[in-house]
């Protein structure tokens, strides 16, 4: 399975201002994809991140809101912008890996907002 | 959008005790996974489930792929403290979908020693 990291591994922020969390993998993979967990709840996908395209955002969830870089085959960032309290979630990226393509997460960014 | 609904919703269960949870869905989906979540970290991936009727284990853990496809259960045998956490199941469409996961809103465990 592929070793994930996120930076950063927590935040406080203010509102109205942006934070961008970033995600490095260990080996290439192609595709990439951006989850959130809010309190106490289930994931939920946001975009899928493949490098050399524009990200694919699910539902609910835009660009200018969430806007994703994914500049090579190990690193993808996804900026929360002007966030405001009900952003207050644990960010989530994962690759696919594995023979049969199976998904892996990385630790977490869990983001407070004020 | 897809959903999966995933039983119980929490479990109380002394240790030494088997433990056994579900997801349904209301579509096909064409693989199954199953992962932990452990507080301020992020889900782990237990077992993959490819194949309707498929029955695969992972030390005292055993999930199986539904013969319909919309369903999909875990089984945990003898219960040990660090069974703790969140279980979550999720399942894959495959198609145009391919790589897209759904979650079920998981089940949370807890194990009295």
């Known amino acids: 399975s592929a070793v994930i990291s996120q930076k950063p591994s927590r935040d406080i922020c203010q509102r109205g201002t942006s934070l961008t969390i970033q995600c490095q993998v260990d080996?290439?993979?192609?595709?990439m994809f951006w989850y959130r967990q809010q309190p106490g709840q289930s994931l939920t996908l946001i975009a899928t991140a493949n490098q050399g395209s524009e990200a694919t955002y699910e539902s609910g969830f835009v660009i200018d809101k969430f806007p994703i870089s994914r500049p090579n085959l190990t690193f993808s960032t996804l900026t929360v912008s002007n966030m405001s309290p009900e952003d207050s979630s644990i960010y989530l990226c994962?690759?696919?890996?594995?023979?049969?393509?199976?998904?892996?997460f990385g630790p977490g960014t869990r983001l407070t907002v004020t | 959008g897809q959903q999966l609904n995933q039983s119980p919703q929490s479990m109380f269960i002394q240790e030494g005790e088997d433990v056994s949870m579900n997801c349904t869905s209301s579509?096909?989906?064409?693989?199954w996974l199953w992962y932990k979540q452990d507080p301020g970290e992020g889900p782990v991936l237990l077992i993959a489930l490819y194949k309707a009727g498929e029955l695969t284990s992972n030390g005292r853990l055993t999930a199986q792929f539904g013969i319909t496809r919309k369903d999909s259960f875990l089984n945990i045998s003898a219960s040990i403290p660090s069974d703790v956490g969140i279980y979550f199941c999720?399942?894959?469409?495959?198609?145009?979908?391919?790589?897209?996961?759904?979650f079920g809103q998981g089940t949370i465990l807890t194990v009295h020693p």
């Open positions: 999720a399942g894959r469409p495959g198609g145009t979908s391919y790589g897209k996961l759904t």
């Open positions: 579509s096909i989906f064409n693989t």
């Open positions: 080996s290439q993979v192609t595709m």
């Open positions: 994962s690759v696919e890996g594995g023979v049969d393509y199976e998904q892996y």
